[in-house]
């Protein structure tokens, strides 16, 4: 909780103003402002936003720092699961190491608040938990850190998972997760009853992956709705991936997308380019919020991706056709405040009175930051000033 | 026509090796070559591949150098096409400065060879394709450059557009182009006796953007084909896009395929995430050959985009959910070889006898390097060293 003057920004790529950050929070926006003794970087004339928000991602799986894994597997999600688990235990994977270099490289980028999902299985118990956690504590300051407890590997067909997902949200896990209830436990009741069941347990929100598709995940996506009700979860339920709202009947997509926002269920998208997925303005213009993460980055899923938000808000404007600057402002938005009002953050954005996350791009607007991102100049978090130049300021393991 | 020896270098990522380029074209690969007196660079273990070819793009619309256009038109083709007219008159946007400025960028990418659509209208007749002419003269032994005469506002609607692809065909341009036979000009009929007519005066093959989808695409594809077999034009055709083989009827999209294979029609694809695109994989296995191309880019039509052909193959590879190394090789060798043989120009392969055009890649393997592509260390274009750290070494306009 610092102190920071940032001189000369143009805040949202409006015209040049002073940033004042008093004990971590924005004091004022404004011409000339009185650094009273805060400490002062000069922006240049930079654009100004909010820190960048992933709000899907696994601090736990990357093999950043290894040598580059060679994948020759099958296609599946299941091939990948199997995979991962013993390359995990080939390479000795520590958590811990794995989940500061993620979430340092994401920092250095302008990240400044992340929801990770991070695998409790009966492979690793709360290993995995634990190396988040401790990546958290180290980072408390820079990079707030969400940890989801989630079955990565199943729930009802390994045996065990239920009773580690309790003992890890016991262990401080901010929520429960779960997974495909169709196809990977195939037993879509007993999936949604066990992953509700412990959050209503712990008092906890919930984020459920969905990858299935068409009528599939529609038929998912209801039981995960009718939970959402019966037990009053509006604005505690979250769906990332959703691609089943990508489905061709739109009506149908359209009924689904009323119900989600009626629920206050969140939807968090990657936007990835060989899927169906929820068309992020149709989802706005139902009054769905909605938010945006990288998923993970070279890991057993996916051999691309480099961590950094203001590269997805791109990939989301290419995947859902925005051309027009306004709509490259809404990717971006939903890259920041979006993921952060995902997260029960509030009020991420410039204005007196938010979080003192600020992070200066490159461009002549912000239209172009998202076209073509750039390194970050400047990230400060809660006024401390904690990447610059691209890079985390603080060593990475 | 130059001599070069590029000493350790990983060709197609395998062992280090050196590579002899003698009088322009690659003479030797193997340990400890002797340059016999050619300069030497050092690859400093560094993976080597052919240059990269934009088998598709536009070096006349690109707006670099120029101040951000902010973008707030309407959704439809039409609506570029307009406003693309508007603006080039608005910002006396000089053809010959921005395809250098568009060249030159590639080139310092590792593009060796670009296929330029060059827009031919009753606006600024053949103004444009001379700008690009006068930078095919100017980047000569650099980047070689193939001209479609093309007319993006519509041959039948603007009247006098026929005469004016004639003249540009007489004029030097290589290829005639089309557009949408349907949608643009509303009489495919019409449009494509006259893009095939002048193929047969001017002797010159066909390159034709299909955006349109599902079966009025399938239908203006069936128009392409039928005249492509009864002009006996095997080989000399391309059709670009052809979004209409990502249809949801597979098996009509299956046979369209086996019959573009049989009349050797080209498909030239950019992948962009927002559309449905050619399965490559299926139209590989069918033995199309497959091009690839950035497309514009900083232009009317989009914001996006670097001109880097390292990231096309990255973005095909996400948008045709290629994740295995082999794959994404795959989509490496759709943005060398498989463009320049779309392109006529065979061997486009680092072996003794090919051309020397020879591009330095950061990355522990080939599927590292599309990943996450990282500016290129060195371009060689037939043994001439013409860039470096990403960054052509001829200055831009």
């Known amino acids: 909780m610092t102190d920071l003057l940032i001189r000369n920004a143009r805040p949202m790529g409006g015209p040049p103003s002073d940033l004042l950050i008093r004990a971590g929070r924005i004091a004022a926006i404004g011409p000339d ?5 805060a400490p002062i970087e000069d922006a240049a004339g930079r654009l100004a936003i909010p820190g960048l928000v992933d709000a899907h991602t696994h601090l736990d799986k990357s093999m950043l720092g290894h040598p580059w ?18 390359v ?21 980028f302008g990240t ?23 990546t958290r504590r180290a980072l408390a300051g820079q990079v707030e850190i969400e940890i989801v407890a989630f079955p990565q590997s199943g729930l009802l067909i390994r045996p065990g998972t239920a009773e580690l997902l309790d003992a890890a949200l016991a262990a401080g896990a901010d929520l429960v997760g779960g997974l495909d209830p169709c196809a990977i436990d195939r037993d879509p009741k007993g999936h949604l009853d066990v992953v509700f069941g412990l959050a209503e347990k712990h008092g906890k929100p919930v984020d459920i992956h969905l990858h299935e598709r068409g009528e599939l995940g529609a038929f998912s996506l209801e039981l995960i709705l009718e939970r959402t009700e019966a037990l009053s979860m509006q604005g505690r339920v979250a769906v990332s991936h959703a691609f089943c709202l990508g489905m061709p009947d739109r009506a149908r997509a359209a009924a689904l997308t009323e119900r989600i926002a009626a629920l206050e269920v969140r939807v968090l998208t990657t936007a990835p380019a060989f899927a169906p997925v929820p068309a992020v303005k149709e989802l706005l213009a139902a009054g769905v919020v909605v938010g945006a993460g990288n998923d993970g980055f070279r890991d057993v899923w996916t051999p691309y991706g480099t961590g950094d938000m203001l590269e997805r808000a791109m990939l989301l404007g290419l995947r859902n056709d925005l051309r027009r600057d306004a709509d490259l402002e809404l ?20 204005e007196p009175g938010a979080p003192g996350d600020v992070v200066l791009l490159e461009g002549e607007t912000l239209a172009e930051a998202v076209a073509v991102p750039a390194p970050r100049a400047l990230v400060a978090k809660a006024g401390r000033v904690v990447g610059r130049d691209g890079r985390a300021l603080a060593p990475a393991p």
Chains 1, 2 share one sequence.
């Open 88 to 108: 995990k235990r080939e390479r000795a994977l520590d958590p811990h190491v794995q989940s500061m270099r993620h979430a340092l490289r994401s920092l250095g």
């Open 331 to 350: 990717a971006l938005r939903l890259c920041t405040e979006g993921g952060a009002a995902a997260m029960d953050a509030p009020r991420h954005r410039l």
């Open 112 to 134: 400044t608040r992340i929801r990770s999902h991070v695998d409790v299985d009966t492979d690793q118990g709360l290993a995995a938990l634990e190396g988040v956690a401790e």
């Open 69 to 86: 894994w060679r994948n020759d597997i099958g296609p599946t999600i299941m091939d990948r699961i199997e995979t991962e688990r013993r």
């Open 33 to 37: 402002l009185d650094p009273g003794g």
